[in-house]
């Protein structure tokens, strides 16, 4: 008999580790009421998006791209997709890319140099932390939305004679918080220091700003602001745009190696971020819908749980423990709500949470029982 001995010893005992400290990952499949995507607008699985599919396919867009853009995988919906997108969010150019973490780390490892330094929020995403391990630039966090903390170090770098370009990066939207930054004073802050602003809209995109476009959209035209929208969360597709001045799209095409050398999306996918788009434009009630689900959440959430707080369509419970953070969630999940635990390294050590996400996918009706059913939960963990 053949005794199999484990081949990657030191893999499978850091895998052990995790389990002890419920810290495991594994693929769930969906079930339940979706309090888990970023499906915001209800628009993934929606006719809109399947007609748009067949009506795409009817006149002939190819599902694959068969190569990079820079090869022969540039086809023209790429091309009307990034000219409409720059329209529609007020910049000069877009560039349309496979998803958000690959354009996040081509942002931050392509375009500051050497000489340069990013500002970034402490709870920036872990793909711009990784653009940045990938480029030159000098790099130092500031405070989460801490405007004035910014501020400092940048007064602090220039004192000491720093005379390259100075990029500030943030979200507006903090994925795992769901707390809004103040985009507008770190817009000022940046045109104060002839600095580059950053901003990442990835979870405001559909549901925040006017009709949707974001909470930078008020200062969309400035020359030095580059906006990251993502089309995988309230657009219901896939990828990303990028968009901002033409020199930096243009570096990013000849630069980025996550754009050279990648495969280019789907024209299809792109077809499908048009036809997203245009409704945003087109049916601002998914927008309102949006926010009326949202506001129903953020009162049933005080009057049923005492939780208040929230400011978007993310809402965090903090748990704490790892372990029953996970027991709660799998207590929701078995009352048939898809809601996950999310533990470190996602968040902070000692704040695992529930990550509630609130999508036109739920009834109000659905909603007040969730958090009935939670608040039953929350009690029998306090007792």
Known sequence: MTVFTQPFPRHQGALDQLKKRSRYRSLMPRAGHDFASNDYLGLAGSDLLRDAAQEALARGVPVGAGGSRLLRGNDKEHAVLEQEAATLFGTERALFMGGG????TAIF???????????????????????????????QAFGHNDVADAAEKIE??????????IWIAIETVYSMDGDLAPAADFAELANKHDAVLVADEAHATGIHGPSGLGLTHAFAHH?????????GKGLGVSGALICGHAALIETLINKARGFIFATAPSPLNAALVRAALRCLAENPELQRRAHDTVAHAHREAARLCGLEGFQSQIL??????????????????AKGYDIRGIRPPTVPRGTSRLRISITNNVTPEIITQMFTDLADLLETKHA
């Open 101 to 104: 973490f690959q354009a996040n």
């Open 109 to 139: 490892s392509t375009l500051p140099g050497h000489e340069d330094i990013i500002l970034h929020d402490e709870l920036i995403h872990a793909s711009a932390h990784d653009g940045m391990k990938l480029g030159r630039a000098k790099t």
């Open 156 to 165: 602090a770098v220039k004192a000491e004679g720093f005379a390259g370009r």
């Open 223 to 231: 020359p030095k602001l580059l906006t990251l929208h993502t089309c």
């Open 316 to 333: 965090p419970v903090i748990i704490g423990d790892d372990a029953r953070t996970m027991e709660i969630a799998a207590a929701l999940q």
